[in-house]
């Protein structure tokens, strides 16, 4: 990452953390938008929780996509999360499986609990389909 979006990143972190939200947003949304896998996932944290930003499950699943396609752990894991419970897109539990696997692989505890307990609730044939997803799957960056 070059050392102008770093600041602004580190920027943005600070102002989120004195819940300057503003601020954040401000800091955040154009290094997301240049495809900052890290600026992605917080990004979709606010849309998530709806912090300095109205509450919107469609733009957090964006974002948090954005940036799983290109390995982030947290935002794979979320994702897994929005398609368990149908939060933002309807459910499907082949895609849970599909982004807790990539986050547990790259070392998510949470995702590899999640990851086990949706696996319980799938058939042999639909773990069978999530895990040929998991073969296929490629990070974009």
Do not use: C
């Not at 469609?58 to 935002?75: D, V």
Request: proline share 4%; aromatic share 10%; net charge positive.
């Amino acid at each position: 990452m070059a050392l102008p979006a770093m600041a602004g990143f580190e920027e943005g972190l600070a102002a989120y953390d004195r819940g300057d939200y503003r601020t954040a947003l401000r800091e955040w949304k154009p290094l997301a938008e240049k495809g900052i896998a890290r600026a992605q996932y917080n990004l979709a944290l606010m849309y998530n929780n709806g912090q300095g930003v109205p509450k919107n499950y469609a733009l957090a699943r964006k974002w948090f996509t954005k940036a799983a396609l290109q390995g982030h752990a947290g935002a794979q894991n979320n994702l897994g999360l929005m398609y368990v419970i149908g939060r933002g897109v309807p459910k499907n539990y082949a895609l849970a499986y599909l982004w807790w696997s990539l986050s547990a692989a790259r070392g998510n505890k949470v995702a590899a609990k999640n990851l086990k307990i949706v696996e319980k609730r799938m058939t042999r044939a639909q773990v069978a389909k999530a895990q040929a997803l998991v073969a296929k799957w490629r990070p974009t960056k």
